[in-house]
């Protein structure tokens, strides 16, 4: 199982001093550290020796789950797993995929609305992503837009503007 904590933090209750250490620098929060331990205690239940956990994103009303393998291990058969990291968070989980195609990776955040398109950006003050809605579609956003451009910057380490055509 790929997670962000070693397998000895997964399994005990306090953290390593290279897992805490990620922790106080902000690269992995206290939500990925819980996620992965569920996970890992999971792990035998559903089948999650090949499932993979890169970072949990809390949009407020929902989190986001981000996974660099087969986006269904994490949700489970008849959604089980999904289930059991909601319950443990406490709020409704959607699980995305992390891949090297970028426009997919936001493709799958922000589902069911439908992007246009993304426009990289470069400049000298570092690059820019435009991802460019409908109008139509503000309506159908899983959180409102600021909270997104948030997630998608802390995501992608760059600026985001979403905007709506
Ligand atoms: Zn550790």
């Known amino acids: 199982?790929?997670?962000?904590?070693?397998?000895?933090?997964?399994?005990?209750?306090?953290?390593?001093?290279?897992?805490?250490?990620?922790l106080k620098k902000g690269k992995i929060s206290e939500m990925d550290v819980k996620i992965s331990r569920l996970l890992y205690k999971l792990k035998d239940k559903y089948n999650l020796q090949n499932a993979g956990f890169t970072k949990a994103i809390d949009l407020g009303r929902v989190v986001l789950v981000l996974t660099n393998k087969d986006v269904g291990l994490l949700i489970g058969r008849e959604g089980k797993v999904?289930?059991?990291?909601?319950?443990?968070v406490g709020k409704k989980v959607r699980i995305a995929e992390m891949s090297g195609d970028i426009k997919k990776t936001i493709a799958d955040i922000?589902?069911?609305?439908?992007?246009?398109g993304i426009n990289k950006i470069y400049r000298k003050e570092g690059n820019l992503y435009k991802v460019r809605f409908s109008r139509r579609e503000i309506k159908q956003l899983p959180?409102?837009?600021?909270?997104?451009?948030?997630?998608?910057k802390s995501l992608l380490g760059s600026e985001v503007m979403i905007v709506f055509e």
Request: aromatic share 0%.
């Open 1 to 22: 199982m790929n997670v962000q904590i070693c397998e000895l933090c997964m399994k005990s209750n306090v953290l390593c001093s290279g897992c805490d250490d990620k």
């Open 82 to 88: 999904v289930a059991e990291i909601s319950q443990a």
């Open 110 to 116: 922000v589902a069911p609305a439908k992007i246009l």
């Open 143 to 152: 959180v409102d837009i600021n909270t997104l451009e948030k997630a998608l």
